[in-house]
């Protein structure tokens, strides 16, 4: 990634689209066998050095890459660029870049849920209690939480292949997107600025758009880093929970932990949740980018202004290059995640018993009892045995349920254990996360 978004590969791009030119125009008669020849031979040497020399003068990259090129192309250098404006360069290059990269974080997307699949499958018959507003409510199972992470992941890949096919190149249209400059250029051949265009464009394995001002529709950065965005999103979900379950109070989850690893300076206990706080922040910065780009879109008046070219250089390979690092700490993390289990099976004899209440409700009013009444009477009993955990004590509610005589006018003892179980009472997760095991089996 960083080698996509580096100096040195963005003038390779630009050589490589300056000689893509030249061999379409070579074919137009417009540029000669020696002279094409002469920058094929010169193509990868690159002096960046001396292109930021002459852009000290010109104050014009463009201009001081090619005129570094025809330094040392003595023969075809006085045809480099023929008919095109920067953008024409420098815009399929941006395409080109963003398509290698969005390669990238597709392939590590594909090895992340591979690795989620292997722990969802482990651990989809593990119950454990759910969690809503941070308080303990009913079980669910280890498996079904890493599949709500997956499905978020599968639909951020599916969000991506849209954005894949928007990923068109501006072409070369010229100045303000008429292509009236290769008009000029091509005339008295048979080669038209539409039939050059595809010839090029087609070599450097890019879409084109079909309108473009002096720049591809800025709209195209927003639908990348919005894409981006959600993936970030979902990986801090991811993280953030990681973090929520590798404190002690809850103690079940927890990101690999090096033998000889240092949590604090101060504090040689510590086990702090590095990586996942890591994720948390970059995601945070990501997210902040996407209204950046659509100010850029907004704001790129009649055929063009220069509002979107100074940040458009920052947000969009940080967007890649950020979220590149949240993807290998992702895998880091769910190829050495820890699972509690003792502590998992702790918590959730701990509270599984407040759980219970629901399905001994249900059972009550199917046999006749009043739903508010009972719903009543079992929230008394479940705010007494609160205040008995909060004592740090061991949950008194399977008792008081067991005993108390309102309950027992509908269900019996008997039936009261077996609805304690709350083993049983996970619908039918099982079910749906064979459909996201599936569904991740069929990700190329």
């Not at 030249?22 to 050095?49: F, R, V």
């Not at 001081?64 to 003595?74: L, S, V």
């Not at 890949?157 to 008009?183: C, I, N, R, W």
């Not at 699972?339 to 959730?348: E, G």
Request: proline share 3%.
């Amino acid at each position: 990634m960083r080698h996509i978004f580096s100096e040195e590969y963005r003038f390779q791009l630009w050589r490589t689209i300056w000689v893509a030119l030249a061999t379409a125009q070579h074919k137009a008669g417009l540029i000669t066998t020696d002279e094409l020849a002469d920058l094929k031979k010169y193509q990868t040497d690159i002096d960046i050095d001396r292109i930021k020399e002459i852009e000290k003068k010109t104050r014009h990259d463009v201009v001081a890459a090619i005129r570094e090129y025809a330094e040392k192309a003595k023969i075809g250098g006085g045809k480099i660029h023929l008919g095109a404006t920067s953008m024409d360069i420098v815009d399929n290059a941006d395409i080109l870049k963003m398509k290698y990269a969005i390669d990238i974080i597709e392939k590590k997307m594909h090895h992340l849920l591979k690795l989620f699949a292997h722990h969802i499958e482990k651990y989809k018959k593990v119950t454990c209690i759910g969690y809503t507003h941070l308080q303990p409510a009913e079980p669910t199972t280890i498996g079904y939480r890493l599949s709500f992470y997956a499905q978020d992941l599968l639909t951020d890949l599916e969000h991506m292949q849209f954005v894949k096919t928007q990923l068109k190149g501006k072409g070369f249209k010229g100045a303000v997107g008429t292509a009236a400059s290769y008009d000029a250029v091509l005339t008295e051949t048979k080669m038209s600025p539409a039939e050059m265009e595809v010839m090029v464009m087609k070599s450097l394995g890019l879409k084109v758009a079909t309108i473009t001002t002096q720049v591809y529709s800025r709209k195209v950065d927003y639908l990348v880093l919005s894409a981006l965005s959600s993936v970030a999103s979902s990986l801090s979900k991811f993280a953030s929970d990681l973090r929520i379950l590798q404190s002690p109070n809850f103690g079940e989850w927890s990101e690999p932990f090096g033998k000889h690893q240092v949590g604090s300076s101060a504090m040689p206990f510590k086990k702090n949740p590095i990586t996942a706080e890591n994720m948390c922040s970059l995601a945070r910065y990501i997210e902040t980018l996407p209204p950046v780009a659509l100010q850029n879109a907004s704001h790129s008046y009649l055929e063009r202004t220069l509002d979107d070219s100074a940040n458009r250089r920052v947000i969009i390979p940080e967007s890649f290059l950020a979220l590149d690092q949240m993807l290998l700490s992702a895998e880091k993390i769910v190829s050495g995640l820890v699972v509690n289990t003792k502590k998992v099976q702790h918590n959730l004899e701990q509270y599984a018993p407040f759980a219970a209440t629901e399905r001994i409700l249900i059972a009550m009013v199917k046999k006749g009892a009043d739903r508010q009444k009972m719903h009543e009477h079992l929230r008394e009993i479940a705010m007494e045995a609160w205040q008995t955990v909060q004592e740090g004590r061991k949950n008194p509610m399977n008792d008081f349920l067991m005993q108390s005589k309102d309950i027992q006018k509908y269900i019996s003892p008997e039936e009261i254990a077996s609805l304690l179980d709350v083993h049983n009472h996970i619908g039918d997760v099982a079910q749906r996360i064979e459909i996201i095991l599936t569904s991740i089996e069929k990700i190329n």
